[in-house]
């Protein structure tokens, strides 16, 4: 089916003045048919005031009318031109125009020089070029080495200030991150505990008792008189 505007508040109204069965309301809105019967009930979408898809040219007159003979008939919705532009929109892959694609290895050395934090695939998504071109410049094996000279990419005309800008800080913020983890497994390693060296083991040193004392040594000899 196709997507309409305001789904919700199409089925108030389809609830409330048309005698279509909860599930033909609930295909043709985009709904559960559970939430088709919350919506009679009183229970779903209470302050929400009904929007007539014929009125907004979602539906047809004679839609309406089938449905509302055949419980079985599904309502096809009528393509609406304002829920083609509501609708969102992939960006593609980003274009360079050929008289900028001489320029992007001189944005690739730029961002070799000044911010290594920028990882091969960031920059190859800024810029639209592949990995082996930003390899082929670091290495200096570009076929255009020679020429080669960093420049700002914004200066070049190739991304925007605030997409530079946006890249850089959480290039930055990664980094920060990946260096913090990696500082506190260091100091963690730094700070385990080194258990103490046992002291070499030195014998104490023995003294050797002198001779017994004898009368001689103590009173003296006569000969000393």
């Not at 009125?55 to 829920?83: C, F, I, W």
Request: charged residues 30%; proline residues 7%; negative net charge.
């Amino acid at each position: 089916m196709t997507d309409i505007l305001m789904p919700k508040a199409t089925a108030v109204w389809l609830v409330d003045n048309t005698s279509l069965s909860f599930e033909q309301i609930a295909a043709f809105c985009g709904l559960h048919p559970l939430e088709v019967r919350g919506i009679a009930d009183g229970d779903v979408a209470r302050d929400i005031r009904g929007a007539d898809p014929m009125v907004n040219g979602q539906l047809t007159r004679d839609e309406l009318d089938k449905a509302q003979a055949d419980p079985n008939y599904r309502m096809k919705a009528v393509v609406s031109r304002h829920a083609e532009l509501l609708k969102p929109t992939k960006s593609g892959p980003k274009y360079t125009p050929v008289s900028r694609r001489q320029d992007r290895p001189d944005a690739i050395a730029w961002f070799v020089r000044n911010h290594p934090e920028v990882t091969d695939a960031q920059i190859a998504k800024l810029l639209g070029t592949t990995k082996s071109t930003i390899e082929s410049v670091r290495n200096r094996t570009h076929w255009n080495s020679a020429n080669i000279k960093p420049v700002d990419p914004v200066t070049l005309g190739l991304v925007g200030q605030l997409q530079l800008d946006e890249v850089v800080r959480k290039a930055a913020d990664k980094k920060a991150k990946d260096d913090l983890k990696s500082g506190a497994a260091l100091q963690s390693i730094e700070e385990a505990p080194v258990e103490a060296e046992e002291p070499d083991f030195v014998p104490e040193e023995r003294v050797r008792p002198g001779a017994e004392p004898t009368a001689e040594s103590v009173f003296g000899s006569r000969d000393d008189d």
